[in-house]
């Protein structure tokens, strides 16, 4: 007789460790992985999971349906669904609760940007970058909007993409809100927006990009999900998610996208001779070590 189908998300991992003990050895191994990493299973293909588990693809199929679920695509539903926001509070006490078991908060921060990465790359859609690229090098200005905890982030994005762009203007805050509506005012035709907001999401950022958008210019949003408010003011949308077991959110898989669009920005649009002059002309400043010198180590 088929087990009942757990009725919510939370449930699905108390089902898996009230069934630990009669698994077997294969399907125990997979149970393990998945309590001790639960986002990480979440994110996970089936090849994917089977090989963090040591197991084959067939072992999972019949690990998720000896725990009563239709299929993968079920179980990995469920697992997504049991990771709500929480507030830095709940996440403190999740930890503390889970200290004895897990005992290591930099292994977990570890493996969420690591899930978080792997999440990113199975929702990637390389004709949104190509399209985000193509935007950025006919743009006669890109807007970069970020307040809060995305500013610096915003602003390691604007550098990295400086050599592609005609023009730059950052709003990240500086000077109050007053300041950033007038230098928002003029933003439109022929300009494009790129809008950062992780969770939690600045309500500024989002109402900034509404309205450049309303005068016209085209927006990026980067952000964690498509549930993301900024989802809804943005013509092309960069997604990488931001979870993490204590923070509010991790920027982790949203600068792993600025690598990327810069990645297909240089490919597209930087020549062999552009990197070899730009190669000589930063090259004095700086450190070089000479080929045949000895590696030096630091003293104790």
């Not at 630990?20 to 001790?36: E, I, N, S």
């Not at 197991?55 to 539903?77: H, Y």
């Not at 005012?185 to 600045?202: E, K, Q, W």
């Amino acid at each position: 007789m088929q087990t009942e189908v757990p009725v919510s998300a939370a449930s699905l991992m108390e089902l898996i460790r009230s069934r630990r003990a009669g698994m077997t050895p294969l399907h125990g191994r997979v149970a393990d992985f998945v309590t001790r990493h639960p986002l990480q299973a979440a994110t996970m293909g089936i090849e994917d999971l089977a090989g963090a588990a040591e197991v084959s693809v067939a072992t999972i199929n019949r690990f998720v349906r000896g725990l009563g679920l239709e299929g993968f695509a079920q179980f990995r539903a469920l697992g997504v669904a049991s990771f709500r926001p929480l507030s830095p509070v709940e996440k403190l006490e999740a930890q503390a609760a889970a200290a004895a078991q897990e005992g290591d908060v930099v292994s977990g921060s570890l493996d969420a940007a690591l899930a978080n990465l792997r999440a990113a790359r199975s929702v990637v859609d390389a004709a949104v970058f190509r399209r985000a690229a193509e935007a950025i090098t006919a743009a006669d200005r890109v807007v970069f909007l970020g307040l809060g905890l995305s500013a610096p982030l915003v602003g390691l994005l604007a550098d990295m993409i400086l050599p592609f762009c005609r023009a730059q203007l950052i709003l990240d805050g500086q000077g109050g809100q007053e300041r950033m509506i007038r230098r928002a005012f003029n933003v439109g035709p022929g300009d494009l927006a790129i809008a950062l907001t992780l969770p939690r999401y600045s309500q500024a950022t989002i109402d900034h990009a509404r309205a450049v958008r309303a005068q016209g210019a085209t927006v990026i949003g980067i952000t964690d999900a498509l549930s993301s408010p900024l989802a809804l003011h943005a013509d092309l949308l960069l997604l990488g998610p931001a979870e993490h077991p204590l923070l509010h959110a991790s920027p982790t898989a949203a600068v792993g996208l600025f690598e990327a669009l810069t990645a297909v920005l240089t490919a597209r649009r930087q020549s062999a001779g552009d990197a070899a002059e730009l190669t000589r002309r930063i090259a004095p400043h700086l450190h070089a070590v000479a080929e045949d010198a000895p590696a030096e180590r630091a003293t104790p």
